[in-house]
């Protein structure tokens, strides 16, 4: 069974930092791909960073420069550290992986975690 358990979310202000972590159980990071998504108030979640088993890296235009993904194999842990945050960056935060890349591509993840909120104040 599939477990997906993110961490890390909380309030900052804005320029503030933070690190989201996302543990999986009985999935193999390094052999997947794994996506952060974000769902702002009101919003339709978004996926805002990407990063496959070669190690090949997405970010959207939103957090291009801002954000960074990254997977711990001895941990079998995703990062996503997030840096200069904004009041847009408000929201839950919610990792996803598959093994396929197809899937990954349309967004269509088969495993999902629960989310951890992130707010940010002006």
């Known amino acids: 069974q599939v477990q997906l358990v993110e961490s890390g979310g909380g309030s900052v202000p804005a320029g503030g930092s933070l690190k989201l972590a996302c543990v999986a159980s009985?999935?193999?990071?390094?052999?997947?791909?794994m996506r952060w998504f974000h769902q702002a108030p009101g919003k339709k979640r978004e996926g805002v960073a990407t990063?496959?088993?070669?190690?090949?890296?997405y970010y959207s235009d939103s957090v291009q420069g801002r954000f960074t993904i990254s997977l711990d194999d001895v941990k079998n842990t995703l990062y996503l550290v997030m840096n200069d945050l904004k009041p847009d960056d408000t929201g839950v935060y919610t990792c996803?992986?598959?093994?396929?890349?197809?899937?990954?591509?349309?967004?269509?993840?088969?495993?999902w975690g629960v989310g951890t909120r992130v707010t940010v104040s002006a």
């Open positions: 996803a992986a598959d093994y396929s890349a197809m899937r990954c591509v349309a967004s269509q993840h088969a495993y």
């Open positions: 990063i496959y088993s070669s190690r090949t890296t």
């Open positions: 009985g999935f193999t990071m390094t052999s997947g791909c």
